[in-house]
């Protein structure tokens, strides 16, 4: 199994800003990825992050509003820029795992813009 | 496209009640089936899976079988605890993605 950490846990920020997070895995991966769960919503997925090429976004979701860093292949950052109360969420990040399908899932970040 | 549909919680349990939580979805083939659970402050966790029809997935006293002919895949637990409070995912995957596919997800609550 994998360990993942985020940073940082939880965050209040102001609209108008960017908060980056960070995510990193105990064992090298080659795929990460960004998840966003908004409140009583369920998991949407932003962008899968691979090592040495750009990230692959889902449908909904720019790479200039969530850039993404994937330097090797235990860590990567997700960016949420030019925030607004709308992207009050939990940002969750997770990586593949042996069985298809299958994900680990780091702790989270909790954020509220303000 | 495929999708999961889960029933809406709160689900609100006196400890030692049995659980159910409806899980049915929509798939092209046959997809693998799981439950992630998500404790309060933490991230999602693989619970329990099952890859083809009439497999029994089991954990923690949890149990969920893949009904191909109904196309559910229902969570159970015969005596549930107040450490089981949490929020349970039902999740799909099929085809060549590596991603699945996530239900909206549903809290137990669990009085002692």
């Known amino acids: 199994s994998a360990v993942i950490s985020q940073k940082p846990s939880r965050d209040i920020c102001q609209r108008g800003t960017s908060l980056t997070i960070q995510c990193q895995v105990d064992?090298?991966?080659?795929?990460m990825f960004w998840y966003r769960q908004q409140p009583g919503q369920s998991l949407t997925l932003i962008a899968t992050?691979?090592?040495?090429?750009?990230?692959?976004?889902e449908s909904g979701f720019v790479i200039d509003k969530f850039p993404i860093s994937r330097p090797n292949l235990t860590f990567s950052t997700l960016t949420v820029s030019n925030m607004s109360p709308e992207d009050s969420s939990i940002y969750l990040c997770?990586?593949?795992?042996?069985?298809?399908?299958?994900?680990?899932f780091g702790p989270g970040t909790r954020l509220t813009v303000t | 496209g495929d999708s999961v549909t889960q029933m809406e919680g709160p689900v609100t349990l006196s400890e030692e009640a049995f659980l159910t939580i409806n899980c049915t979805y929509t798939?092209?083939?046959?997809?693998?089936l799981f439950w992630y659970v998500q404790y309060p402050g933490e991230g999602l966790q693989l619970l329990l899976k099952?890859?083809?029809?009439?497999d029994k997935g089991s954990n923690k006293g949890f149990e969920a079988t893949y009904r191909k002919e109904t196309t559910s895949f229902h969570l159970e637990k015969g005596s549930v605890q107040v450490s089981d409070s949490a929020v349970y995912f039902c999740a799909l995957g099929s085809g060549g993605s590596y991603i699945p596919t996530f239900g909206r997800g549903t809290s137990l609550i669990v009085h002692p």
């Open positions: 992050a691979n090592q040495g090429s750009e990230a692959t976004y």
């Open positions: 064992s090298q991966v080659t795929m």
């Open positions: 099952a890859t083809k029809a009439d």
């Open positions: 798939a092209t083939g046959y997809p693998s």
């Open positions: 997770s990586v593949e795992t042996e069985g298809l399908y299958e994900q680990y």
